[in-house]
T-cell receptor, first 115, second 113 residues
Framework: DAGVTQSPTHLIKTRGQHVTLRCSPI?????VSWYQQVLGQGPQFIFQ???????GRGNFPDRFSARQFPNYSSELNVNALLLGDSALYLC??????????????FGDGTRLSIL | DAKTTQPTSMDCAEGRAANLPCNHS???????VYWYRQIHSQGPQYIIH???NNETNEMASLIITEDRKSSTLILPHATLRDTAVYYC??????????????FGKGTLLTVNP
């Protein structure tokens, strides 16, 4: 079975631009979470979506937004990119509510570089 | 979610058991212990999780002390491919809908030939 897939794998943008990152969860998983990992640090939680609704939000500015589609795939959008947004963006999926102790499974991320 | 404390780095000889400790002295009764690892340039990989009983799967064993204030991840026969950063995370496992994982800096395990 396919794991969590993310696209693109690498992306280069300039300051002020916006970016859309995509994530397809493991088949049967209804919850998707997004994390940002800056070089040398552990991943930091951005959003969690379940059944197309936002269920959790980390300490990130409003420039960051996300949505989940009826097929449970998800997009992360970042507007007005800053140099500090350069990071590995990770998507994780899990079965979701009712299976809450079940683990999240991560994709290999999108490496975003801001010039 | 409870905070965890892990050593910054550890070394292990190839073929030997790797024992990675984690302290979580403020863990609550409904919080699970999860272990992930991250190999360079890849996403975190789930290893194992548990509440209070010891757990074993094809990758590793998880030993949780009786008071649940600490745990140890055991890789029984470490290989060079087990070199990675290992994260111990404590998280509420039931109730609510916020399933965020709070990562610390983890332990860099280096398996030497």
């Amino acid at each position: 079975d396919a794991g969590v897939t993310q696209s693109p794998t690498h992306l280069i943008k300039t300051r002020g631009q916006h970016v859309t990152l995509r994530c397809s969860p493991i088949s049967g998983h209804k919850s998707v979470s997004w994390y940002q990992q800056v070089l040398g640090q552990g991943p930091q939680f951005i959003f969690q979506y379940y059944e197309k609704e936002e269920r959790g939000r980390g300490n990130f500015p409003d420039r960051f937004s996300a949505r989940q589609f009826p097929n449970y795939s998800s997009e992360l959008n970042v507007n007005a990119l800053l140099l500090g947004d350069s990071a590995l963006y990770l998507c994780a999926s899990s079965l979701g509510q009712g299976y809450s102790n079940q683990p999240q499974h991560f994709g290999d991320g999108t490496r975003l570089s801001i010039l | 979610d409870a905070k965890t404390t892990q050593p910054t780095s550890m070394d292990c000889a190839e073929g030997r058991a790797a024992n990675l400790p984690c302290n979580h002295s403020t863990i609550s009764g409904n919080e699970y212990v999860y272990w992930y690892r991250q190999i360079h340039s890849q996403g975190p990989q789930y290893i194992i999780h548990g509440l209070k009983n010891n757990e074993t799967n094809e990758m590793a064993s998880l030993i949780i002390t009786e008071d649940r204030k600490s745990s140890t991840l055991i890789l029984p026969h470490a290989t060079l491919r087990d070199t990675a950063v290992y994260y111990c995370i404590v998280r509420v496992g039931s109730g609510g809908s916020n399933y965020k994982l709070t990562f610390g800096k983890g332990t860099l395990l280096t398996v030497n030939p």
